[in-house]
């Protein structure tokens, strides 16, 4: 929690537009049938009593609290304390009574795609407008901890955005923040970054590929 009070400070010092954490309950994300994945996440759960104060810190600074929703467990608690955006992972994309599950709320989905074909976004994008639900925007994502410059392909955001005519992003995981800018050239309306105290953090690949508070800013 300490670390998480941080990077809402960081991301409140570089005027970032909303901060996003994640949810889930490790139990019911991952099968006891994968013990190293189940001992892998534990570690980073945040609970909902955390999850609440995050949200707490959030508003008394002023700045929109976006979380991610991994389960229907969680998905509910974020609805119960007035989060007004859904991030949907990539790996939800094939999870399609999920989506319809979080798409039922009403909330604007916010649904990364890395991994996924044109046909699986579509069937995605089918399952959270089927429940009337058609505010959305896609986030273009390659899901490579880090991602290689020759990897990104930031053409496939106007790609999305002829496929299916919503609103497309980038969420990004190579190393620095060029290649965010050069998505917002390409079309790119919103741009989804991590961030760190420190690169050398354990723990993590994702502190390798998030920006330090120097780069945020």
């Not at 994300?29 to 945040?46: C, G, T, V």
């Not at 699986?120 to 410059?149: F, Q, R």
């Not at 690949?205 to 780069?215: K, L, R, T």
Request: with cysteine; hydrophobic share 40%; proline share 5%.
């Amino acid at each position: 929690m300490n670390i998480a009070r941080k990077l809402i400070d960081i991301g409140v010092s570089a005027k970032v537009d909303a901060i996003k954490f994640q949810a889930y309950r490790t139990e019911r994300l991952i099968s006891a049938d994968d013990p190293y994945w189940r001992e892998r996440l534990k570690p980073k759960e945040l609970s909902f009593h955390d999850i609440g104060k995050l949200k707490e810190q959030c508003t008394n600074k002023n700045i929109p609290f976006i979380c991610t929703a991994h389960e229907e467990e969680s998905g509910d608690f974020l609805e119960s304390i007035g989060v007004e955006v859904f991030k949907i992972g990539s790996g939800e994309v094939a999870n399609l009574p999920f989506l319809r599950y979080i798409a039922k709320k009403g909330k604007p989905i916010i649904l990364s795609t890395g991994m996924y074909t044109l046909s699986d976004i579509e069937k995605a994008i089918e399952a959270i407008v089927s429940t009337g639900n058609e505010n959305i925007v896609l986030l273009h994502c390659v899901t490579n901890y880090p991602t290689k410059p020759e990897e990104v392909n930031l053409k496939f955001i106007s790609t999305l955005a002829r496929a299916f005519g919503f609103p497309v992003g980038y969420s990004d995981h190579a190393f620095g923040y060029e290649i965010p800018l050069a998505a917002v050239s390409l079309g790119a309306v919103m741009l989804e970054k991590h961030i760190t105290l420190d690169h050398n953090m354990k723990g993590s690949a994702d502190h390798q590929v998030s920006c330090e508070p120097d780069e945020l800013i």
